[in-house]
């Protein structure tokens, strides 16, 4: 399998072809989206409630992110992988978000991904941009923005509102983001943004009119049931299985029935009769 690129979500988009990315944050499920030859994998921010149990992404730390990004990119060595840099790790000086975006490199993420569009996001990709740091923008809504929006609110609900989100885009473009997400949107704002941009677009609950989407692994299996997205189809309910089996394997402990002998190992015959001869 050839290593996947930034420039493969380009030539996605341009031969009309979806592109398809999910989260992961360990070594053996980025195997299975390798194995199942997904376009791209973000180690996301959103390990802060799926891994870790805070309530929202403000907690997770960018030596947290680290850990998972490196378990990531064991898994998966020719997958495309974007690590999602965690709150206020980024914001504080250009000199500092490079130092600390570059940290997300080294760990064996092949991009990062940035929230927001203002002067200084611009300035910044821009910046990484020209030091051969490939920038995945977000757009809609931030949660790392979250107290200042005022919570879980759908962006782009008018036409004003959609050609703001637009512009902050093109700006993202022109700064060099080779693509950006649109988050909670309706899903005709994130189409007309997306057939007004040259960079592909990756909606999460922002409709079918994007380039491609992403979700939260965790959602989809139906593992993580703290709260299940609207915009979340579950294809699995591993929540159940994992219960069921969990509940399975305790009783036969119990009951003396695991482990059994084909999952025991024995000594050699002469060994066992010493240990059993009189003393």
């Known amino acids: 399998m050839a290593k996947k690129t930034a420039g493969t979500f380009q030539k996605l988009k341009d031969n009309g072809e979806k592109i398809a990315m999910l989260t992961a944050y360990d070594y053996s499920t980025a195997q299975v989206l390798e194995s199942a030859g997904i376009d791209g994998i973000l180690v996301g921010d959103s390990l802060a409630q799926v891994v870790l149990g805070h309530e929202n992404t403000y907690n997770v730390t960018l030596e947290e992110m680290l850990i998972f990004v490196k378990a990531v990119a064991r898994g998966a060595k020719n997958s ?8 206020m790790t980024y914001n504080t000086s250009v000199e500092r978000g490079l130092g600390n975006i570059s940290q997300m490199i080294k760990a064996g993420a092949n991009a990062v991904k940035l929230e ?14 020209e030091s051969g740091i490939p920038i995945l923008g ?25 050609e703001k989100i ?17 988050e909670l949107m309706p899903a005709e704002s994130a ?13 999460i609950g922002a409709g079918a009119g994007c380039s491609g989407q992403i979700v939260v692994i965790d959602d989809i299996l139906g593992k993580f049931t703290d709260f299940t997205p609207k915009f979340v189809k579950k ?13 399975k394997y305790s009783a036969e402990v119990k009951e003396g029935i695991f482990p059994s002998k084909e999952q025991s190992f024995e000594m050699k015959e002469e060994e066992r009769e010493k240990l059993y001869a009189d003393k």
């Open 80 to 87: 495309f992988i974007v690590g999602d840099m965690p709150f």
């Open 116 to 129: 927001g569009c203002n002067d200084y996001i611009l300035t910044l990709v821009k910046r990484c941009v």
């Open 138 to 162: 977000h757009l809609g809504f931030t949660p790392q923005l979250m107290n200042t929006i005022g919570g879980y609110k759908i962006q782009g609900k008018s036409f004003d509102a959609a």
């Open 166 to 182: 637009l512009e902050s885009a093109k700006k993202l473009e022109e700064a060099g983001a080779f693509a950006v997400v649109l």
């Open 191 to 203: 189409e007309y943004i997306t057939k007004n941009l040259n960079i592909p677009t990756i909606g």
């Open 235 to 247: 294809y699995a309910n591993l929540h159940e299985t994992i219960l069921e089996s969990v509940k």
